[in-house]
């Protein structure tokens, strides 16, 4: 994408604004997100894909799922959730990220959200747009835009520093 606009110019104008300029501007502009960079995506996680980690944690080996992004958890610990101890919420906390990395590599939680990055070449110099997308399989995603930055790195950033508590980011 090619602009004679100066990054200053772009970057005082609102979201609403360079969303404007961006679909007055630029040829459709939302293809343009198919040629960026895929910088990551989102898993949302959601309550009960706990509950049978919680109510079942001999058929989960919960307390060892929990062990596998908290190393460290002593082992007499995770036999004991193993065997049905009840979980602190600290254990909660990391069950949660290890049933999301479960589902990531499992490749069920990918009805998430995805982020790209494109390059907007301006009279002086290069911003970066993103976009973001729900995930609809191998026909593709219908981006919408979010936001103009100075950097690709934080153009990631702000990905991350917006996730709720329930989402998590994986970068690509």
Same mark, same amino acid.
């Given at each position: 994408?090619?602009? @004679?606009?100066?990054?200053?110019?772009?970057?005082?104008?609102?979201?609403?604004?360079?969303?404007?300029?961006?679909?007055?501007?630029?040829?459709?502009?939302?293809?343009?997100?198919?040629?960026?960079?895929?910088?990551?995506?989102?898993?949302?996680?959601?309550?009960?894909?706990?509950?049978?980690?919680?109510?079942?944690?001999?058929?989960?080996?919960?307390?060892?799922?929990?062990?596998?992004?908290?190393?460290?958890?002593?082992?007499?610990?995770? @036999?004991?959730?193993?065997?049905?101890?009840?979980?602190?919420?600290?254990?909660?906390?990391?069950?949660?990220?290890?049933?999301?990395?479960?589902?990531?590599?499992?490749?069920?939680?990918?009805?998430?959200?995805?982020?790209?990055?494109?390059?907007?070449?301006?009279?002086?110099?290069?911003?970066?747009?993103?976009? =973001?997308?729900?995930?609809?399989?191998?026909?593709?995603?219908?981006? =919408?835009?979010?936001?103009?930055?100075?950097?690709?790195?934080?153009?990631?950033?702000?990905?991350?520093?917006?996730?709720?508590?329930?989402?998590?980011?994986?970068?690509?």
């Amino acid at each position: 994408m090619e602009t @004679e606009m100066k990054k200053a110019e772009i970057l005082s104008l609102s979201s609403a604004e360079q969303l404007n300029w961006l679909e007055n501007s630029i040829d459709d502009y939302r293809t343009k997100a198919y040629e960026g960079d895929l910088i990551g995506y989102i898993i949302y996680f959601h309550e009960q894909l706990l509950s049978e980690y919680i109510d079942y944690p001999e058929d989960y080996e919960t307390g060892s799922l929990i062990k596998s992004v908290y190393s460290e958890m002593l082992t007499e610990r995770e @036999e004991e959730i193993n065997s049905g101890s009840p979980l602190s919420n600290l254990e909660i906390n990391y069950l949660k990220k290890s049933v999301v990395n479960k589902l990531d590599e499992e490749g069920e939680g990918l009805l998430g959200e995805n982020f790209t990055v494109c390059v907007l070449k301006c009279e002086d110099g290069d911003l970066f747009i993103t976009f =973001s997308g729900p995930s609809e399989g191998a026909g593709g995603v219908p981006w =919408s835009f979010d936001k103009i930055f100075t950097t690709r790195e934080s153009a990631i950033e702000s990905v991350i520093k917006n996730l709720d508590e329930n989402e998590y980011f994986f970068p690509i």
